[in-house]
């Protein structure tokens, strides 16, 4: 089974903190993504990044950037939280291109409040 | 850029009651479409997918998604929900353009026992 796994599923943060989520994926794939998820937004796209080092940005990039020095890693990164920062964080991964198996594979989430 | 479209925030139907989501999205060329169910206090799970071939897809728990092509459309059924079937649906879209997964702003989904 694909294994994506979010280092925290709860953080409490200060106003103006630098903020790091982590995320490990098993399965090898090439693609990782970070969104938020919002009541009645559904799931906002942050950042997606197709290689290592190599990123694009989703809707929603402003306040945030990411990090991907090893395949399986993908850092979300606050540079200075804001309290409208504050809500669910899902990291997912899946494999390249379109086809049969390239659906996107879901850690538990990270609750973030930012104070 | 490409976008999904839920037509409905939130259903309240009775067990036994037939059941039919909509989803659109926008873009013109080839797709993979997906619904996704996530139940209260868990993760996202992977319901149905659609990639190529027959456009009737079956997924798990009795669920189905018809892929109309001319209608940009991706609507998910079930002939007779459950108590159990209460959650948040969502339809997600992936084009041949990028690898981006964009999903749409989720349906909630409210069955009486």
């Known amino acids: 089974d694909v294994k994506v796994t979010q280092s925290s599923r709860y953080l409490v943060k200060r106003t103006g903190e630098k903020v790091f989520l982590e995320c490990v994926q098993d399965?090898?794939?090439?693609?990782m993504f970070w969104y938020r998820q919002d009541p009645g937004l559904g799931l906002r796209l942050i950042y997606f990044?197709?290689?290592?080092?190599?990123?694009e940005k989703g809707d929603i990039p402003e306040g945030y950037s990411v990090s991907r020095e090893k395949k399986e890693r993908f850092s979300l990164i606050l540079e200075s939280a804001s309290t409208n920062q504050t809500s669910m964080y899902l990291c997912a991964s899946s494999l390249g291109g379109l086809g049969e198996n390239t659906e996107a594979f879901f850690g538990q989430g990270t609750r973030l409040t930012v104070v | 850029a490409q976008s999904v479209s839920q037509h409905n925030h939130h259903v309240i139907l009775s067990e036994a009651a037939s059941l039919e989501l909509g989803c659109n999205y926008s873009y013109g060329g080839t797709v993979n479409l997906f619904w996704y169910v996530q139940y209260p206090g868990q993760h996202l799970q992977l319901l149905l997918k659609y990639f190529s071939g027959d456009p009737l897809v079956k997924g798990i728990k009795g669920f189905e998604a018809e892929f109309i092509k001319s209608k940009f459309s991706f609507n998910l059924r079930k002939p007779s929900v459950q108590w159990s079937d209460t959650a948040e649906y969502f339809c997600a879209v992936r084009t041949n353009r990028d690898d981006k997964i964009i999903f749409g702003k989720g349906t909630r989904l409210h069955i009486l026992p």
């Open positions: 399965m090898d794939h090439e693609n």
């Open positions: 990044s197709y290689d290592v080092k190599m990123k």
